[in-house]
């Protein structure tokens, strides 16, 4: 099996090239450099440009490139690249693979659970429409419809709503390990925001089911069964850690002077994400429990 992988060289690019390897596909990597093997392939997304020989045959491709959400502060510039490199690439590829001959079978396209804006105590799940706010209307929303010309053509489309990846090799988890090590860890604003979170392990796994399930197609919440809030994900970590968190919370404009927009709608609200799909396609979680997933990627 020959599969394609966008955003490869990311964290979650990084695991799954080396989980579909390991189970015995060929992977391609598009690349936006001068490819340096076989296993590489070059694409513009922002020209429109990819590598159609390097994509006829293929089985299924993977698509994860994008900017960084919370990456660095949101300003104009940067809240811009976060719409471009999603939906230039997105566009690039869907088109792409819609006008090849021999399509391949999946198009799985990643997404993120800003689509469902702030939750509150709500649990939502697939079936639930979108949020409001600049990640839900102006990032998440038209990054999906940019796959309709896949959809369009016949290839089954998976879109990916990722929730709070946990991995000890990257991502937001190591950026407040060390203040968590130094025992100064804290809820966030209210606390009270619930943060869908997924260990890297199920991450990889719940791809790799999704492409083996033909019967999956649409959105799928790729989020752990048992949504915390941040002041238990807070208590949680720091006892994984075997160290003391500070009884009061960071207030809400401490954290919006210092991170600025992202502070509003990538930690002070949040989203209570269920995993419909995955759970009635049969997959097991390896993970359910906070507390097993952090002593698991720490």
Request: glycine content about 12%; aromatic content about 6%; hydrophobic content about 45%.
């Amino acid at each position: 099996m020959t599969i394609i992988v966008t955003g490869s060289s990311g964290l979650l690019g990084t695991a799954l090239v080396e989980a579909l390897r390991d189970d015995g596909a060929r992977v391609v990597r598009l690349v936006r450099r001068v490819p340096e093997g076989d296993d590489e392939a070059f694409w513009n997304p922002a020209k429109g440009g990819v590598d159609q020989t390097a994509l006829e045959g293929a089985e299924a491709v993977i698509h994860l490139a994008g900017a960084g959400i919370g990456d660095r502060r949101w300003s104009e510039g940067h809240k811009r690249e976060l719409i471009r490199s999603r939906v230039e690439g997105t566009r690039t590829l869907a088109g792409a693979l819609a006008g090849l001959g021999a399509k391949p079978a999946a198009l799985l396209s990643g997404s993120a659970i800003g689509f469902y804006g702030d939750t509150g105590d709500v649990a939502v799940d697939e079936t639930a429409p979108a949020g409001e706010g600049f990640l839900a209307q102006e990032v998440v929303v038209p990054w999906e419809a940019e796959t309709a010309p896949a959809e369009e053509a016949g290839i089954r489309v998976v879109r990916l709503r990722t929730g709070l990846v946990l991995s000890g090799r990257g991502g937001m988890l190591s950026r407040i390990l060390p203040v968590f090590r130094m025992g100064l860890g804290a809820p966030l604003g209210s606390g009270r925001q619930y943060w869908s979170w997924i260990s890297i392990d199920d991450w990889v796994l719940a791809v790799q089911h999704i492409l083996k399930n033909p019967e999956i197609s649409g959105p799928v919440n790729v989020t752990a069964p048992e949504p915390v809030t941040n002041a238990e994900f807070t208590k949680a970590l720091g006892a994984a850690l075997h160290r003391p968190t500070m009884p009061l919370a960071v207030p809400g404009f401490v954290l919006r002077t210092a991170i600025g927009e992202f502070a509003e709608e990538g930690v002070l609200t949040g989203q209570r994400v269920l995993p419909r799909r995955l759970l009635e396609s049969g997959y097991a979680f390896r993970h359910t429990r906070l507390d097993e997933a952090l002593a698991a990627v720490i």
